[in-house]
């Protein structure tokens, strides 16, 4: 019997137990593991904010969407599942909202920047591209990948640079709750001889690469160190 073409009777078993069943299929795509969502707390000196991080796997399951919410500021990427980023969103209020895509050995950039519009591309070569490294190099973590060499942009420049990644081993970290974590420390640094000028360090949770922490300086010598935790609690 086709029950969507056949009348229910209005003291059917099935009409009585629909309502339930949607309610039930409602809830498992609602807590599906498919999204994840964390909350950070970023510290700069005696400056800190909170933001949110959410990594949304799209129904082909072979693209992550990874944004991060930082009031004023959106960054959005569309990435493999194994970390290599496709295109990136940024939006900064009021002036701000930049598009960028990698087509073939180039980045190609377009919308406004600083007020300014902004039509270029820049070209690398074959490296991946990985734009939220909070996820790319999670996903170097979980495939025990040692090394690794790729493309970022900085987004407060849209400048392309070449890095390098290094995974240096585990550590007991401290968390924002008092316990201590095991995780996998990764480093990186800028690529070729710029390398020996900057580094920063992330660490990611032993068993479930879940990004925990973050340090790094941005800016010349004297500024203050940047510090971004998992806020667990």
């Given at each position: 019997?086709?029950?969507?073409?056949?009348?229910?009777?209005?003291?059917?078993?099935?009409?009585?137990?629909?309502?339930?069943?949607?309610?039930?299929?409602?809830?498992?795509?609602?807590?599906?593991?498919?999204?994840?969502?964390?909350?950070?707390?970023?510290?700069?000196?005696?400056?800190?904010?909170?933001?949110?991080?959410?990594?949304?796997?799209?129904?082909?399951?072979?693209?992550?969407?990874?944004?991060?919410?930082?009031?004023?500021?959106?960054?959005?990427?569309?990435?493999?599942?194994?970390?290599?980023?496709?295109?990136?969103?940024?939006?900064?209020?009021?002036?701000?909202?930049?598009?960028?895509?990698?087509?073939?050995?180039?980045?190609?950039?377009?919308?406004?920047?600083?007020?300014?519009?902004?039509?270029?591309?820049?070209?690398?070569?074959?490296?991946?591209?990985?734009?939220?490294?909070?996820?790319?190099?999670?996903?170097?973590?979980a495939r025990d990948q040692q090394v690794?060499?790729?493309?970022?942009?900085?987004?407060?420049?849209?400048?392309?640079?070449?890095?390098?990644?290094?995974?240096?081993?585990?550590?007991?970290?401290?968390?924002?709750?008092?316990?201590?974590?095991?995780?996998?420390?990764?480093?990186?640094?800028?690529?070729?001889?710029?390398?020996?000028?900057?580094?920063?360090?992330?660490?990611?949770?032993?068993?479930?690469?879940?990004f925990l922490q973050y340090r790094g300086?941005?800016?010349?010598?004297?500024?203050?160190?940047?510090?971004?935790?998992?806020?667990?609690?």
């Amino acid at each position: 019997m086709n029950l969507a073409k056949t009348p229910l009777p209005d003291h059917s078993p099935v009409r009585a137990i629909l309502p339930l069943c949607l309610a039930l299929l409602f809830m498992a795509v609602a807590s599906s593991p498919a999204s994840q969502i964390f909350r950070y707390r970023e510290q700069t000196g005696g400056d800190s904010f909170t933001f949110t991080w959410r990594a949304d796997r799209e129904q082909d399951n072979a693209t992550v969407t990874v944004t991060q919410n930082q009031g004023s500021e959106i960054f959005s990427s569309d990435n493999t599942a194994e970390g290599t980023t496709l295109s990136w969103h940024y939006v900064k209020q009021p002036d701000t909202d930049i598009r960028a895509e990698r087509v073939g050995d180039h980045i190609r950039f377009s919308g406004r920047f600083d007020g300014k519009p902004i039509d270029k591309k820049e070209a690398i070569d074959s490296r991946p591209w990985c734009q939220p490294l909070s996820f790319s190099l999670q996903r170097m973590v979980a495939r025990d990948q040692q090394v690794a060499s790729f493309w970022t942009i900085r987004p407060d420049t849209l400048e392309v640079l070449a890095m390098q990644a290094e995974k240096t081993g585990s550590e007991q970290i401290s968390a924002d709750n008092g316990g201590v974590q095991a995780a996998d420390k990764v480093v990186i640094r800028l690529d070729g001889l710029m390398s020996a000028l900057w580094r920063a360090e992330y660490w990611f949770r032993q068993g479930d690469h879940l990004f925990l922490q973050y340090r790094g300086t941005h800016g010349p010598p004297g500024t203050a160190e940047t510090l971004i935790c998992l806020i667990t609690s």
